[in-house]
């Protein structure tokens, strides 16, 4: 964890210890010694609870404000055009917004809900809100020492990576369409394969344009040096979109990726995935993982 990173490094389906998925109960992660940083006790039984934004102070603000406008000076040439169109409705900076003005908006534009979350909350109760068109988004803030990096996902990830997109509506149906897999990837046994999904799209995307290669992972647009790492280093690897491969790839969350797949347009990414995915995860299964750094000779490279 020595390299420096704007945005968080825990995949919130990967990290979730299944075992205490009962009700609103504490959510345990991966690593085991870290306590949950939210207030798991004013959960619902789904982990929605309530924003509390009279709770923020005004050094919350100011922070979701610093964090906003570091990302948003960087976004042109960077970030893909209906992110950058639709980053707008999360309102004016000065304040971090209030979730249920938000949700109006977004709920106008595609029937996306924003909901709160005490944090990461287990991958059922995760694919289940998508399923419903609800997009949880964790109340707290980071603390003004982690302005560069935080572990865990807290409201300006949340909300500045993930909201914007959800105004496009292919994206926003791919986004309902991945909790109703996930649900179904619970009952196979493949949530790993189909986490890799999520890692690879949601969070570390990039996206084939007119103008040349864009972001669109909320991993990568919230965060303040993977945007051009992702974009614009010769480092990393760039790779043709392919679920197959994709669900065979492992990823890394203590550092930059070594290798993002590109998609041609959003469009593309709900087709690719609609099919029934079990025979997918068969043969994933058989054919065995790749290491982050991987090529094949079958990779479309760009
Ligand atoms: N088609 C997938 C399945 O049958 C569901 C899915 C859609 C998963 C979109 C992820 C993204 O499981
Ligand atoms: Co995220």
């Known amino acids: 964890m020595a390299e420096v990173r704007g945005e968080v490094k825990t995949d919130p389906n990967a990290v979730v210890d299944r075992a205490v998925n009962l009700g609103a109960a504490p959510v345990t992660y991966g690593q085991g010694d870290r306590p949950p940083r939210g207030d798991y006790a004013s959960a619902r039984a789904d982990y929605t609870c309530d924003q509390n934004w009279s709770a923020y102070t005004d050094a919350d603000h100011d922070l979701y404000r610093r964090l906003y406008e ?8 960077l970030a893909c ?5 639709a980053v707008e409705h999360l309102g004016p900076p000065a304040q971090i917004p209030r979730f249920d003005a938000l949700s109006d908006t977004v709920y106008r534009a595609t029937r996306w809900e924003v909901v709160a979350v005490p944090g990461l909350i287990p991958e059922e109760a995760f694919f289940a809100l998508l399923s419903q068109r609800r997009f949880p988004v964790t109340g707290w803030i980071r603390k003004p020492e982690e302005f560069d990096y935080v572990v865990e ?12 997109l959800l105004f496009n ?11 109703a897999g996930g649900l179904k990837a619970s009952l196979l046994g493949s949530c790993e394969h189909l986490a890799r999904l ?12 007119k103008a040349g290669l864009r972001a669109y992972g909320a991993g990568i647009l919230s965060s303040a040096g993977e945007l051009r790492h992702s974009v614009i280093s010769p480092a990393p690897q760039r790779l043709g979109f392919d679920v197959e491969r994709i669900m065979r790839t492992r ?6 990726q070594s290798t993002y797949f590109v998609i041609d347009s959003f469009r593309q990414l709900f087709e690719a995935t609609a099919p029934d995915f079990r025979p997918l995860y068969e043969r994933v299964a058989q054919l065995g993982e790749l290491g982050a750094e991987q090529r094949l000779p079958t990779d479309r490279v760009f």
């Open 251 to 256: 990823y890394r969350i203590d550092s930059y």
């Open 81 to 85: 055009d209906e992110f950058i169109a």
């Open 169 to 179: 509506p292919a994206f926003a149906d791919y986004m309902q369409a991945y909790g």
């Open 70 to 77: 570091r990302q948003a000076a960087q976004l042109s040439g």
């Open 198 to 209: 999520y890692w690879y799209t949601v969070e570390f995307g990039l996206i084939d344009t």
């Open 153 to 164: 996902p807290d409201v300006f990830h949340d909300l500045f990576g993930h909201v914007p």
